[in-house]
């Protein structure tokens, strides 16, 4: 389980295809999957697709492992 509100990472480590299971819930990850779909070797993502839907949703895409968000005013 990954608590609410924790970043988290999947990846695939390797040059070879992967598959993965993910449980979400609520259900608004499966939206995005959905939405996405499968993709083989020749295509990529509609990444303007997966930032509306993921704000919709309410995830928030930091960005590679390491990366911090930028610093907020207060």
């Given amino acids: 389980m990954i608590p609410v509100g924790t970043p988290y990472?999947?990846?695939?480590?390797?040059?070879?295809?992967?598959?993965?299971l993910v449980i979400a819930a609520p259900s608004?990850?499966?939206?995005?999957?959905?939405?996405?779909?499968?993709?083989?070797?020749?295509?990529?993502?509609?990444?303007?697709?997966?930032?509306?839907?993921?704000?919709?949703i309410g995830d928030e895409i930091l960005g590679p492992p390491g990366t911090l968000p930028a610093a907020t005013e207060t």
């Fill in 9 to 20: 990472v999947i990846a695939a480590l390797s040059d070879q295809p992967a598959r993965g």
């Fill in 28 to 56: 608004g990850f499966a939206r995005l999957i959905e939405a996405i779909g499968t993709l083989d070797k020749t295509e990529t993502s509609d990444i303007a697709l997966v930032d509306r839907i993921s704000a919709e």
